[in-house]
């Protein structure tokens, strides 16, 4: 604990957590959404009085707070709109349940849910979502090809200073909540749950985004816990369970010839249980001009991982415009640190990297990676860096 309070990022962390404590004082004008004609029946949509009490909350001049009490409201697709709100911090605080209707196609004609577009200072305190998406993925289940791809849950685009603190989400339709084009953003104590098998419901998604925090958050769903897409910068997640799910995934990156890359991600203290991947970085076996940088994976259990540690480079779906080709994805400076535990697969260690961007700087330290109880292999390819400390499987670089 003591490490942890020199680190620079400790004190953004707590200019944030004050900025909660100040805006969930009695102090503040508080607008309630039943003043605005939300049910919380469940039944009765309410979607128009929660963007009315945004909308009043967002005239004010001060810090206000959106005060959502017990109860079930149903809510369509709605845009919490920022860019003409005069408040400079708005506090949602969230004591029910949003569920989205029963026809999933309501929130599938659209691509969000709950969408903050160009909002600064907003906080979400508390509550549940349910986006009721498992008819959804029982649709795309049974190969029917004209499901709709479905709707995110939670959406913040272009948006700065935000804190999404004890929320649960349940049942996405497609991600949790997606961080895109947002700076300083904290993330926790927040709670991912969905079947082990639904389809592309990654939990956390970031992309375009600086500084964003993850803390303290349990996830399980069923594709990746956390993604981590172009133009990420100075991430810190620290503190997370993943499982089931499909890991940590520094990726897909390379799809597009000009992307920006991914720069400067810690990763501490996670749990991976019965995961597919545990730290995963995949890049498009095409070309493009994107990085990754400044990667450190320390610290973690994991438990019955399918591939604890692993590098795709030459990530080609369907085998469609990339088969023989390259990643143009350098990927450099990754430190996998302190990581022991069990993997379902014998290949517990696997770098597979771009031939003409081989992969530098890769280091390995006090990694324990076993596969039934013995020794589990490596695998490597156009990966060069070192080893210290004690590292079992034996590595490859
Ligand atoms: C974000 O918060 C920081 C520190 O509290 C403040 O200096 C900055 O102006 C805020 N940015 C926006 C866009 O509100
Ligand atoms: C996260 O959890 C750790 C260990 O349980 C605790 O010490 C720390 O205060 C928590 N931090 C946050 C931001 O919740
Ligand atoms: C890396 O990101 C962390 C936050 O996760 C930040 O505190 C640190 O200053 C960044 N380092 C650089 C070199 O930008
Ligand atoms: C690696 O982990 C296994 C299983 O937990 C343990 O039995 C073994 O002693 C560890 N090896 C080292 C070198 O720490």
Same mark, same amino acid.
């Given at each position: 604990?003591?490490?942890?309070?020199?680190?620079?990022?400790?004190? @953004?962390?707590?200019?944030?957590?004050?900025? %909660?404590?100040?805006?969930?004082?009695?102090?503040?004008?508080? #607008?309630?959404?039943?003043?605005?004609?939300?049910?919380?029946?469940?039944?009765?949509?309410?979607?128009?009085?929660?963007?009315?009490?945004?909308?009043?909350?967002?005239?004010?001049?001060?810090?206000?707070?959106?005060?959502?009490?017990?109860?079930?409201?149903?809510?369509?697709?709605?845009?919490?709109?920022?860019?003409?709100?005069?408040?400079?911090?708005?506090?949602?605080?969230?004591?029910?349940?949003?569920?989205?209707?029963?026809?999933?196609?309501?929130?599938?004609?659209?691509?969000?849910?709950?969408?903050?577009?160009?909002?600064?200072?907003?906080?979400?305190?508390?509550?549940?979502?349910?986006?009721?998406?498992?008819?959804?993925?029982? %649709?795309?289940?049974?190969?029917?090809?004209?499901?709709?791809?479905?709707?995110?849950?939670?959406?913040?685009?272009?948006?700065?200073?935000?804190?999404?603190?004890?929320?649960?989400?349940?049942?996405?339709?497609?991600?949790?909540?997606?961080?895109?084009?947002?700076?300083?953003?904290?993330?926790?104590?927040?709670?991912?749950?969905?079947?082990?098998?639904?389809?592309?419901?990654?939990?956390?998604?970031?992309?375009? +985004?600086?500084?964003?925090?993850?803390?303290?958050?349990?996830?399980?769903?069923?594709?990746?816990?956390? +993604?981590?897409?172009?133009?990420?910068? !100075?991430?810190?997640?620290? =503190?997370?369970? %993943?499982?089931?799910?499909?890991?940590?995934?520094?990726?897909?990156?390379?799809?597009?010839?000009?992307?920006?890359?991914?720069?400067?991600?810690?990763? $501490?203290?996670? #749990?991976?249980?019965?995961?597919? !991947?545990?730290?995963?970085?995949?890049?498009?076996?095409?070309?493009?001009? =994107?990085?990754?940088? =400044?990667?450190?994976?320390?610290?973690?259990?994991?438990?019955?991982?399918?591939?604890?540690?692993?590098?795709?480079?030459?990530?080609?779906? @369907?085998?469609?415009?990339?088969?023989?080709?390259?990643?143009?994805?350098?990927?450099?400076?990754?430190?996998?640190?302190?990581?022991?535990?069990?993997?379902?697969?014998?290949?517990?260690?696997?770098?597979?990297?771009?031939?003409?961007?081989? %992969?530098?700087?890769?280091?390995?330290?006090?990694?324990?990676?076993?596969?039934?109880?013995?020794?589990?292999?490596?695998?490597? +390819?156009?990966?060069?860096? $070192?080893?210290? =400390?004690?590292?079992?499987?034996?590595?490859?670089?």
């Amino acid at each position: 604990m003591a490490k942890f309070f020199f680190h620079s990022y400790t004190l @953004h962390y707590f200019i944030l957590l004050q900025l %909660c404590i100040f805006s969930t004082s009695s102090a503040r004008p508080s #607008i309630n959404v039943l003043n605005y004609g939300a049910k919380p029946n469940g039944i009765t949509d309410s979607t128009k009085a929660f963007l009315d009490a945004w909308t009043a909350a967002c005239a004010s001049a001060y810090s206000t707070m959106i005060y959502i009490p017990k109860g079930r409201y149903l809510l369509s697709p709605l845009v919490f709109q920022g860019d003409k709100c005069k408040s400079p911090a708005i506090t949602i605080r969230i004591d029910g349940t949003l569920v989205a209707p029963l026809d999933y196609m309501v929130l599938a004609k659209s691509e969000n849910w709950i969408n903050f577009n160009k909002v600064s200072g907003v906080s979400i305190i508390g509550g549940a979502l349910d986006a009721k998406g498992t008819a959804l993925w029982a %649709c795309k289940a049974a190969g029917n090809y004209n499901c709709p791809t479905g709707a995110t849950t939670l959406r913040f685009t272009n948006s700065n200073n935000i804190s999404i603190n004890g929320l649960l989400s349940l049942n996405a339709q497609m991600f949790h909540i997606a961080i895109n084009g947002c700076e300083n953003v904290i993330v926790q104590r927040v709670r991912v749950l969905a079947a082990g098998d639904s389809p592309n419901t990654d939990g956390i998604h970031i992309q375009l +985004s600086k500084s964003v925090t993850v803390m303290n958050s349990t996830i399980q769903t069923g594709d990746d816990c956390i +993604s981590i897409g172009p133009g990420s910068e !100075n991430l810190w997640i620290e =503190g997370v369970r %993943c499982g089931p799910g499909h890991g940590i995934s520094i990726g897909s990156l390379g799809k597009d010839v000009e992307e920006p890359g991914v720069r400067n991600v810690t990763v $501490k203290r996670t #749990i991976f249980a019965d995961t597919t !991947n545990g730290f995963r970085i995949k890049s498009w076996a095409r070309p493009s001009n =994107g990085f990754v940088q =400044g990667v450190q994976f320390v610290g973690a259990l994991m438990r019955n991982v399918q591939n604890p540690i692993v590098i795709d480079q030459h990530y080609c779906p @369907h085998s469609l415009n990339c088969p023989n080709q390259e990643s143009g994805i350098q990927v450099s400076d990754v430190l996998y640190q302190g990581i022991r535990g069990s993997s379902a697969t014998q290949i517990a260690l696997k770098f597979d990297c771009s031939s003409t961007n081989p %992969c530098k700087d890769i280091k390995l330290q006090d990694v324990n990676l076993t596969f039934l109880d013995q020794e589990a292999q490596s695998s490597c +390819s156009n990966a060069d860096g $070192k080893s210290l =400390g004690r590292v079992l499987p034996e590595n490859c670089l």
